[in-house]
């Protein structure tokens, strides 16, 4: 996307275990004022009208609000989901390696787009919310009777678990607070880190420049985090990880449980 393309010029996100913490911090932000900060649009609630991409998320849009020309009338975009609903986001970037397509824009292969259009849809009626339109007439059978089939034909899961364990970290080791340059090789299935102190973001960012200059034909990706540790740095950035397990572990439930009440 060129840079003219952006609608917002920065973003936060927040991550819920579960619906009830999503909802109420929805109702608390929704009726927040914010210092500097107007609504620029109504919030899109992608959790009780999902798109049809499977995609569940809510979004709060805001204009900042400042005396400098620069910075006045910036747009700022705050995300909030659930852990379910995280962990199908991030298992889509992975899904966009192995396809080789742009999964996140609805384009490419049909049969992963299908795959995880179905995949959310379990997930939303396992939260007990509101599932894409396309499979609103879908009883609990149907939802197994579907997954199994695709999963039979293309192997989606065994092709996820293969790359995640096929994924070799560099330098790895303990880190401490500060900063991490984290770029993935995505053709050799790697993932290096380099680590900064908190009072080295300078050379950070230089070294991560560097970096990102290097990088053509969507063949790798750097980014570029603040960080106190290794868990915390792969629970925030999975996708760069290749680390699609929590989801993997949702799907193999929900199979478990199709076979148990014999609907496959």
């Given at each position: 996307m060129g840079l003219g393309g952006l609608q917002d010029i920065g973003g936060a996100r927040f991550v819920f275990e579960d619906i009830p913490s999503l909802l109420a911090a929805q109702k608390i932000i929704a009726s927040a004022r914010l210092e500097h900060f107007v609504a620029d649009r109504d919030p899109y609630d992608y959790v009780k009208y999902p798109k049809e991409s499977g995609y569940r998320s809510i979004h709060f849009a805001y204009k900042y609000v400042s005396d400098n020309d620069d910075y006045d009338g910036l747009?700022?975009?705050?995300?909030?989901?659930?852990?379910?609903?995280?962990?199908?986001?991030?298992?889509?970037?992975?899904?966009?390696?192995?396809?080789?397509?742009?999964?996140?824009?609805?384009?490419?292969?049909?049969?992963?787009?299908?795959?995880?259009?179905?995949?959310?849809?379990v997930f939303a009626k396992k939260e007990g919310m509101p599932v894409a339109e396309s499979f609103s007439g879908y009883s609990e059978q149907d939802y197994c009777v579907s997954y199994a089939k695709l999963d039979k034909a293309y192997k989606f899961l065994d092709q996820l678990q293969a790359l995640v364990r096929a994924v070799k970290i560099t330098d790895e080791?303990?880190?401490?607070?500060?900063?991490?340059?984290?770029?993935?090789?995505?053709?050799?299935?790697?993932?290096?880190?380099?680590?900064?102190?908190?009072?080295?973001?300078?050379?950070?960012?230089?070294?991560?420049?560097?970096?990102?200059?290097?990088?053509?034909?969507?063949?790798?990706?750097?980014?570029?985090?603040?960080?106190?540790?290794?868990?915390?740095?792969?629970?925030?950035?999975?996708?760069?990880?290749?680390?699609?397990?929590?989801?993997?572990?949702?799907?193999q439930d929900f199979n478990s449980m199709c076979k148990a009440k014999k609907y496959i």
């Open positions: 747009r700022v975009e705050l995300q909030i989901r659930t852990r379910l609903q995280h962990d199908w986001a991030m298992a889509v970037e992975t899904g966009e390696l192995i396809s080789k397509s742009p999964l996140k824009a609805s384009m490419g292969d049909e049969h992963w787009l299908e795959f995880f259009k179905l995949a959310s849809a080791h303990a880190l401490k607070m500060g900063y991490a340059v984290v770029l993935i090789q995505f053709e050799e299935k790697m993932v290096q880190l380099r680590h900064y102190d908190v009072d080295a973001l300078e050379e950070a960012t230089k070294y991560y420049s560097e970096v990102e200059k290097t990088i053509k034909d969507d063949k790798a990706a750097v980014v570029l985090v603040s960080v106190s540790d290794m868990k915390e740095l792969q629970d925030a950035y999975p996708s760069y990880f290749l680390n699609a397990g929590e989801f993997i572990q949702s799907l």
